[in-house]
């Protein structure tokens, strides 16, 4: 029962980092492409951008869970986004930024389907519906809390550098704690009866 409830604290902490460090960069992004330069139309088709590469991710780390399980890609999955989110605070051509923008949707976006296959995995089917809804009210709060903790860095460095640069640490946690998440429990095979009456 502890082991459980270690368990959910670290997913719940998981998915609280992952929130809180992506939901800056996508609400301030248009902002940041007007202030490197782009026109209102180019900045907001760079979020366009990274919502069909969202789309795209949830299809591609959907398949890639199925096969592979769904905490090996959620990792892969959160440093990509770490990754992405990071090299934000470095690039400045809108091309660059673009074709970051669709990796940075593909990250976001696949990652987040996963932690309800994961709630299942580690807790069941009849108690999902509790365990998801937990764990994604503490994701809420780091999706509130990213664009606060953004607009407030900007407000008083007039850079976005600080909000990157802080999102992919934050994200960068998020890997470390999904790396310590043990397999979850194999189900215990029900024995079938051989033979048959006739």
Not at 35 to 58: C, D, E, Q
Not at 66 to 91: C, E, F, N, P
Not at 138 to 160: C, E, I, K, R
Request: hydrophobic share 55%; glycine share 14%.
């Amino acid at each position: 029962l502890e082991f459980r409830r270690v368990l959910f604290r670290s997913i719940a902490l998981t998915f609280f980092c992952c929130c809180a460090a992506h939901s800056g960069p996508i609400l301030h992004m248009v902002s940041f492409a007007s202030l490197v330069g782009a026109s209102s139309l180019v900045a907001t088709g760079m979020l366009s951008v990274a919502g069909a590469g969202g789309l795209v991710g949830r299809i591609i780390m959907g398949l890639a869970a199925d096969r592979y399980g769904a905490q090996r890609v959620l990792v892969v999955g959160l440093a990509l986004q770490a990754a992405t989110i990071a090299l934000y605070s470095v690039l400045g051509d809108l091309i660059s930024l673009y074709i970051l923008s669709v990796f940075f949707g593909i990250a976001y976006g696949g990652v987040m389907p996963l932690y309800a296959v994961i709630i299942r995995e580690y807790f069941g089917a009849r108690i999902m519906g509790t365990a998801f809804g937990a764990v994604t009210m503490v994701s809420s709060v780091g999706m509130a809390l990213g664009p606060l903790a953004g607009g407030w860095l900007f407000d008083h460095y007039s850079s976005y550098v600080g909000m990157y640069v802080g999102a992919g640490v934050v994200g960068f946690g998020a890997v470390l704690i999904a790396l310590a998440f043990r397999p979850p429990a194999l189900p215990v095979p029900v024995p079938v009866a051989s033979g048959s009456r006739a």
